[in-house]
């Protein structure tokens, strides 16, 4: 039997090195599975693994074959298979192809993209196409990762080395889309030490953690600098004397932090997404560590997709004590971080694991690609591309078009501004849906929640203020106290989808006013003070406090809601269950429809749910509308002529039938319909559509029902112009009845005689609450006094 392959960095001798020009090469550090390390200093170093050992070079591969320890895996083998996978696998697209363009491999390709972008430092890698090429090497890379993929690091680093001798940084292989994930309750120590895949939500992630690669010591004594030590099974052995041959003093070593070599950790919480939760279970969580790029990849509200090794660590008894406990806390050591859940819109890259600005993606140059945004500009050059979208918009609920077409503008969203004076405007649409009972609103929430990205679900009775915003909390990990974020800020550049808007208490609801309009969170609590990003958009859904709604009155008497907050929705849509024969009938058929056979097959011209997916996420990612000069002149217009219908003929005061939060919301209205065309402009049928959508939204809520006209009073207030002027009337003509009927400290009056009198006297429609609160009203005004039924002057 061949010596085995040496398990960690520390095992190798320093005069095995593969050849001078990859000698300065920085590889990874191999770490011991079975390491036993404490959870109460910090998380174990990555699992990036690696030896010195490489079966790349020729001089190695003729010698005696070296097998893995405890394995028949050999590792000449291993390394010719991956050195062919690199060089000659080609996509199912590029097989066949004869054309210059294809000689090379996919991954040659993308080797020689990163070495001229000198951005990129690693390699990701599809699972899926290993197991093409090679199915054995996928079995070994999924049962053995530290490995294999030491050896995959090794081969490539060899590959560029080869092509560019020159080239410095080193490329790591980042393994992602396994043929098959594992639930996250469904880990158990037989995967310890092997390649997994969990999906999940991330809800917290500490901050970066400098870990030590490379040490440096120096003597108190004659201040000598010791050689870097590098870290052995994730710890560092302090020199026990000078290495100076003058001083050799013991145990005088101290630490030089600033010629120490660190990279960057991070520690994140993966939490179960609500739909692998079983019935009745509570989900479970399991912490990721992130290393160097992958470091910030992620963000608290993200629903990923983690590739990583499953692996477990001891704890101590006590931070005093040596002492292990029996159980061990497993984590993952995460190789490859991947934005999923295809169902959703998605504004980044899948695959995009690095932030920055030079960070490409091999995705986007592919033939598939291009043949898929292809499909999507021929889509947006339909004519009816908007009725369409709409229609595809939860197709299984029966008509509300119009309120889809709102919420279509919701999902497209409008532009973000910022001034250079520092003035922000949100791009995101809030919307509003009051309605009687079984009008499928809480469906259509479902359905938002589903479809948009980062998007929050949560009902009004079990949300507190807290829970919305972010909550104080000690980390178990560490014992700082530490914010955790809540469902308005885990739904940053989503939407958070509420229901039961109207049974939320005072508390929770008066945290939404900063939200809605600021799009920040403002938080004083524990002495941690910050100001956090909620920029999102709300759709709430209410039910009237009388369970069906009182079309007398107006939207805040039905459900109750301050007008300071009602007033920063930007549409506000009223739906009611009428009673009509026909109507009745036609959604009778369509819900006994949805029963017996598909009901996208009645419905012709409808987009299937991937594509809607990519049709709105590619809008939201790559088109920003700008306002013509037309469109301009068009917005103005009609922001005028809303104004003009508050003049009305014969009455002394106006009526403010729109306000500066109205020309805004038919801004962000209009460039979210720009945007389902794929325009770079806004045009003036854009703003036609966002003035009719407004209307409709507008005469359903802010109708004044005594005048049959639009009065924006009844959401600012909750109190129409007429209606006031109606009490005004009131007041005025109780106040000339007191002072005919009774004198100054004479005999009191009844209350109902008054009223008796007053409905006499006066066309005003009077009732007796309407009287009490315009005694009330003089009461404050020292005219009157009150006493229990009676009426005094004084």
């Not at 095995?16 to 599975?33: I, K, N």
């Not at 598909?598 to 990519?614: F, G, I, K, S, Y």
Request: charged fraction near 25%.
């Amino acid at each position: 039997m061949a010596p085995p392959l040496p398990r960690t960095a520390a095992d190798v001798p320093p005069s095995f090195t593969p050849s001078s020009s990859r000698r300065r090469l920085r590889r990874r550090e191999a770490v011991t599975p079975s390491t036993p390390m404490s959870a109460d200093d910090s998380f174990p170093p990555s699992s990036d693994a690696g030896d010195d050992f490489d079966p790349a070079d020729p001089e190695d591969a003729d010698s005696t074959p070296v097998f893995v320890w405890g394995t028949n895996i050999s590792v000449q083998d291993v390394n010719a298979a991956i050195l062919r996978f690199l060089r000659h696998f080609r996509g199912p697209r590029e097989t066949g192809r004869g054309d210059g363009l294809m000689e090379e491999g996919k991954y040659m390709r993308a080797v020689h993209r990163i070495m001229e972008l000198e951005g990129g430092e690693s390699l990701d890698v599809d699972a899926h196409d290993v197991f093409d090429y090679d199915p054995d090497l996928y079995g070994k890379m999924v049962r053995y990762p530290l490995e294999v993929l030491a050896i995959f690091d090794i081969v490539l680093m060899d590959l560029v080395a080869r092509i560019d001798p020159l080239f410095e940084k080193h490329i790591q292989t980042r393994i992602f889309n396994l043929k098959s994930s594992v639930c996250m309750r469904n880990l158990n120590p037989s995967d310890i030490e092997k390649m997994v895949s969990v999906k999940g939500m991330i809800i917290r992630c500490s901050s970066v953690i400098p870990e030590v690669k490379e040490a440096i010591f120096r003597c108190l004594v004659c201040g000598h600098y010791s050689e870097p030590i590098l870290v052995d099974r994730g710890r560092i052995n302090e020199p026990p004397r000078c290495g100076r041959q003058e001083c050799l003093a013991m145990n005088s070593m101290t630490l030089v932090h600033n010629r120490c070599r660190f990279a960057d950790k991070q520690i994140v919480k993966l939490q179960e997404t609500p739909d692998e939760i079983p019935e009745g279970g509570t989900p479970h969580t399991v912490s990721i560590l992130m290393h160097d790029k992958l470091v910030d990849s992620g963000k608290p509200g993200d629903r990923v997709e983690v590739t990583g090794i499953y692996r477990a660590m001891s704890v101590r008894v006590g931070p005093t004590q040596r002492v292990v406990k029996s159980i061990f806390k497993t984590y993952i050591d995460c190789l490859h971080l991947k934005k999923t859940d295809k169902s959703r819109l998605h504004i980044d890259d899948l695959m995009d694991v690095d932030n920055s600005s030079n960070s490409r993606t091999i995705e986007d140059d592919t033939p598939d690609y291009q043949d898929k945004v292809g499909k999507l500009k021929e889509l947006s050059k339909l004519p009816d591309i908007y009725d369409r979208l709409t229609w595809s918009l939860a197709p299984n609920i029966w008509e509300l078009d119009d309120v889809k077409r709102g919420l279509l503008c919701q999902l497209f969203g409008g532009n973000a501004l910022k001034l250079v004076s520092g003035a922000s405007f949100r791009g995101d649409i809030n919307i509003l849906l009051v309605g009687d009972p079984g009008t499928s609103k809480s469906q259509l929430l479902q359905y938002i929640h589903k479809l948009s990205p980062r998007g929050i679900y949560t009902s009004g009775r079990g949300s507190s203020a807290v829970g919305l915003t972010a909550y104080v909390s000690k980390d178990p990990e560490t014992g700082e106290t530490v914010l955790e974020s809540g469902a308005l800020v885990l739904s940053d550049r989503g939407v958070c989808c509420i229901d039961e808007f109207d049974k939320m208490s005072d508390n929770a609801r008066s945290m939404l006013h900063e939200v809605m309009e600021q799009q920040t969170v403002s938080i004083a609590k524990a002495g941690i003070i910050a100001s956090l990003n909620a920029r999102t958009s709300v759709l709430a859904c209410a039910n009237p406090s009388e369970s069906r709604y009182n079309p007398r009155l107006s939207v805040i008497d039905n459900i109750h809601l301050p007008p300071t907050l009602l007033s920063r929705f930007d549409l506000i849509y009223l739906i009611l269950d009428k009673a009509d024969e026909q109507t009745d009938r036609r959604l009778a058929k369509h819900i006994v429809s949805l029963h017996f056979k598909n009901p996208e097959t009645v419905v012709q011209d409808v987009l299937d749910l991937p594509t809607l997916v990519a049709y709105i996420s590619y809008a939201r990612k790559h088109i920003h509308p700008r306002i013509s000069d037309e469109a301009a002149e068009e917005l103005t217009r009609q922001y005028v002529e809303m104004r003009k219908r508050g003049n009305a003929p014969g009455s002394r005061k106006k009526v403010i039938t729109a306000t500066a939060r109205q020309i805004e919301s038919l801004i962000r209205l209009s460039e979210a319909l720009a945007r389902m065309r794929f325009s770079e402009w806004v045009e003036v049928k854009d703003v036609a559509e966002a003035f009719r959508l407004l209307e409709v939204a507008l005469q359903q809520s802010a109708t004044d029902h005594s005048t049959g006209t639009i009065d924006m009073d009844l959401i600012m207030t909750g109190i129409s112009a007429s209606e006031r002027t109606r009490r005004e009337n009131l007041v005025a003509a109780t106040r000339n009845l007191v002072m005919e009927r009774l004198q100054l400290g004479g005999p009191s009056t009844r209350i109902i005689e008054l009223l008796e009198e007053l409905r006499k006297q006066s066309s005003i429609e009077v009732h007796l609450n309407d009287l009490r609160n315009a005694l009330a009203t003089l009461m404050s005004e020292r005219v009157v006094s009150l006493h229990g039924d009676s009426v005094k002057r004084i």
